[in-house]
Nanobody, 122 residues
């Protein structure tokens, strides 16, 4: 069992930045994968970025490459999503998620946070 709590969402102007945090608690394992997803109104939930609990390899959707950075702090049990040069098309509810295993780019995650709203104005 893992509990996830996101924070850091808000309203920002196009070109601005936000940093999302996802604090994890509960039982964890060394082969866990941490991911970020987003869902805009009327759209499917899509993968944004991900990182394994161990190692430095990161994964990104094409739409956010070069603008978003996913990172983690194992001591704080926290995963971050640094979002730079935000665009109105980034507006969505952002969710962090955790799954057991090594595959990152998949929608089949085991635990999900409650989501945090990110709104980017033009």
């Amino acid at each position: 069992q893992v509990q996830l709590v996101e924070s850091g969402g808000g309203l920002v102007q196009a070109g601005g930045s936000l940093r999302l945090s996802c604090a994890a608690s509960g039982r964890t394992f060394s082969n866990y994968v941490m991911g970020w997803f987003r869902q805009a109104p009327g759209k499917e939930r899509t993968f944004v970025a991900g990182i394994r609990w161990s190692g430095d390899r990161t994964y990104y959707a094409d739409s956010v490459k070069g603008r978003f950075t996913v990172s983690r702090d194992n001591d704080k049990n926290t995963v971050y999503l640094q979002m730079n040069n935000l665009k109105p098309t980034d507006t969505a509810v952002y969710y962090c998620a955790v799954r057991q295993g090594t595959m990152v780019i998949t929608t089949q995650y085991d635990y999900w946070g409650q989501g945090t709203q990110v709104t980017v104005s033009s």
